[in-house]
Structure formats: structure tokens, C-alpha cells
């Protein structure tokens, strides 16, 4: 007959020979480093710079703002205005209430700039008003919109711009790459 311990020993060694083994090893992890280091390879150089990018935010942030304006206008029937100061990255919205007085809209969102760092307003020009290259303008928005025809020029530290156009009486606003006078 067998001794009963030494089968007991002999299933414990079984069992820990058919354990599987925790971790990875050092080829999974060098395949896994290759494989991020090609995709870092294509990816970055595709990044563009932070400047055109900043730039590109800004302008799409600043034409949904004015949408979001507008609508917001149009829907509590509150008269809003834009006092924008080119040469500056100053963009600041007020409402007008009930009672005639004016005060920073209690939106937190109406209450943040649009502008990113490095952009900065280089013109603004309204057919009425003509381009205004420095000071402030303000523009109204009510119930229908803007009441004007609107350009705004941003421009990044490079020297590159975007336009954002915002057209009378809609709510439609476009935000289009380079400096753009009349809508493409």
C-alpha cells in the first residue's frame, strides 16, 4: 500500500505546476511600448500648434456664444449686447432688464471669455459703423438677433485669422478659416 502522505505531496506539486502564471512578460510589454511609439510617431507631427489651435477654438467658441445668445434673446425676450474692444482679447456680454438697467447675465457660460490665450479681436466692422480697428463696440442683440450685419476678425500671435460672421435677423452665425470680408 501506498503512503498516504506522499500521495498528499505529490497532488499538491501537480496543482502548483498547472497554476497560470500572473503578469505579463517582457515581450508583451515590448510589443506594447512599440506599438505606442508608432502611433506617437503619426500622431504628433499631425498635432497642430497650440496658437492655430487656440485661434480656431476661439473663433468657434465666440460664434456659439452668439448663437446661444441669440436663441437665449429670442426665448426669455431679454435684450443682450456684445461690447468688444479690437486690439484686446475683451469680449464681455451684458443684459438689459426689465427695468432698464444694465448687469452681467447670471449665465455662467455668458460670464467667460471666449478667447483663448494669444487671440486677440483684430477688427470688427459693422456696414453702419464701418471697421473699427481700436476702442470698443457694442453690438445689440434682441429678440430678432443681431441687428446688423457682423464681422469680427480674430487674429493669433502668428498673424493668422479667422472670421466670425453673424447675419441680421436668424441667428445664423458662420466661423470661417482666414480673414474673410464678405461671406465665401
Known sequence: MDNPSAIGS?????????RCPSGFTLIEIAVVMAIIGMVLLLVIPRLPSSDQENLKISARTLASTLRYIQERAATSRTVYYLVLAPGTDSVKFFEIGGDGNTREPSDPLLQKSPMKEGVTIADVR??????????QIRIDIGVGGVRDFVTIHLRSTEGTFWTVMAFPSGGK?????????DPP
Open 10 to 18: 505529490d497532488a499538491l506539486l501537480l496543482r502548483r505546476e498547472n
Open 173 to 181: 452665425v458662420k466661423a470661417f478659416e482666414g480673414y474673410h470680408e
Open 126 to 135: 459693422i456696414p453702419r459703423s464701418g471697421k473699427v480697428i481700436d476702442g
